[in-house]
């Protein structure tokens, strides 16, 4: 699979090949979306801030499942996701398998078709995915939350293109409905550090060498964004030197 974030067509900031197994490719790909989104925070009265990303992650994670699962595996073409400042594209080799058409495909009543049914299968027994294939209907109900983003797909030469797409650039803020403040987008959270902490919130009390091998990201790196992410108070070392770790600052103590 093929990933990359550009600024144009033609300008790529990031580019990454990877390779793997197809659960280690849909997990690192979902890893390096993530570096390249923003996110803003919502104020809801509670503790913790709760974080808004920019576009909806199930509805991504949804969208990279189908190109991994429905691609046509007799082609020598990459899987290809593209990520804009405004648009995330999705491409991958194979039309519409069967008789599966775009026309079909956006109704709610549409019958899923597959030619890749033992990759399906697996996919289905670790609930990455649903055999009813209601993929397409779990999207547009999440992009309803997201008034100023479409949602467009279609066969192009000897594939299928999906693209997210906000109708008119973004400049400073996400405009997703909340009953909160926005606090806005965080520019530095965009090259990992969301991802970073996200990983901390859910596995705590790890420390900066298992950050880096999780992440694959130099100890130098992780460093520099724990003490960004410790100055803002988001987080905490917790323990001894040698057995302590990170938390989420107000996280309960064990």
């Known amino acids: 699979l093929h990933i990359g974030r550009f600024k144009t067509a033609s300008t790529i900031i990031d580019d990454r090949m990877i390779r793997g197994t197809l659960f280690h490719v849909v997990e690192e790909s979902m890893k390096f979306i993530l570096s390249h989104l923003k996110v803003a925070f919502e104020i809801t009265g509670e503790i913790e801030r709760r974080e808004i990303y920019e576009y909806p992650l199930p509805t991504l994670r ?8 429905h691609r046509d595996y007799t082609s020598p073409v990459d899987i290809q996701l593209k990520i804009f400042d405004n648009a995330i594209t999705f491409f991958n080799p194979g039309k519409l398998f069967g008789d599966l058409t775009v026309e079909k495909l956006m109704r709610d009543d549409y019958q899923s078709r597959t030619r890749n049914k033992l990759v399906a299968e697996a996919f289905y027994l670790t609930r990455d995915i649903e055999k ?3 993929g397409f209907i779990r999207v547009r109900g999440e992009i309803e939350s997201y008034p100023t983003m479409t949602f467009e797909y279609e066969e192009s030469g000897d594939g ?3 693209t997210l ?4 650039q973004k400049i400073s803020s996400v405009s997703v409905p909340t009953e909160g403040i926005t606090e806005g987008i965080t520019e530095g959270i965009s090259e990992g550090i969301n ?11 790890k420390r900066i060498p298992q950050l880096s091998e999780y992440l694959g990201t130099p100890s130098k790196t992780i460093e520099r964004w724990i003490a960004d992410l410790r100055r803002q108070g988001r987080i905490e070392y917790r323990g001894s030197k ?3 770790g990170y938390y989420i600052v107000n996280a309960k103590r064990k």
């Open 242 to 244: 040698k057995a302590g």
């Open 195 to 205: 991802l970073l902490l996200e990983h901390i919130r859910k596995a705590p009390g």
């Open 165 to 168: 797409r906000y109708r008119k």
């Open 160 to 162: 299928f293109l999906v």
């Open 132 to 134: 009813y294939g209601s």
């Open 62 to 69: 949804e969208l990279l499942l189908n190109a991994v699962v």
